[in-house]
C-alpha cells in the first residue's frame, strides 16, 4: 500500500491497495478499501472501494486504487485502510493494513 496522495491526472486523493500471495496457489483474491480525511472530530470517511475479487488470470496479485475526491485548494491529512482475503479453496487468508500522511496534504497543484 502507498502512502494517500493528490493525483493531478484525476484531482482527487488516490491510495493503492495490493493484496499478494507468493507461496500459495490462490483461487481467489479479494480487495477492498476505505479513505478518510482527519477532522476536528476524528476521521472522515470520504471514500469506499467496494469489495472486488479476482479469479482469473494472475490471481497472486490483486492491484486496485482507493479514489476520494477532495476539495479543490484545501489542506488534510489522509488516511487509507486496506483490506485483503485470498483463498486456496480449501483455506482462507485476511489480512488488513492502513497508511496515513502525518502532515496535511493540498488538494490541487502545488500551491
Not at 3 to 29: A, K, M, Q, W
Not at 36 to 55: D, H, V
Not at 93 to 100: D, L, N, P, W
Request: aromatic share 14%.
Amino acid at each position: 500500500m502507498n502512502s494517500p496522495h493528490y493525483s493531478r491526472s484525476y484531482g482527487e486523493i488516490h491510495t493503492r491497495i495490493v493484496s499478494f500471495c507468493r507461496d500459495l496457489v490462490l483461487v481467489s483474491n479479494t480487495v477492498s478499501g476505505k479513505t478518510y480525511r482527519s477532522r476536528w472530530y476524528g476521521w472522515q470517511n470520504i471514500g469506499e472501494l467496494p469489495a472486488k475479487t479476482k479469479t482469473e488470470g494472475n490471481v497472486q496479485t490483486h492491484r486496485r486504487t482507493v479514489t476520494a475526491s477532495c476539495d479543490f485548494g484545501s489542506w488534510y491529512r489522509y488516511r487509507t485502510e486496506g483490506f485483503g482475503t485470498v483463498s486456496t479453496g480449501s483455506q482462507t487468508f485476511s489480512a488488513s493494513a492502513y497508511e496515513q500522511n502525518d502532515s496535511a496534504i493540498y488538494c490541487g497543484s502545488n500551491p
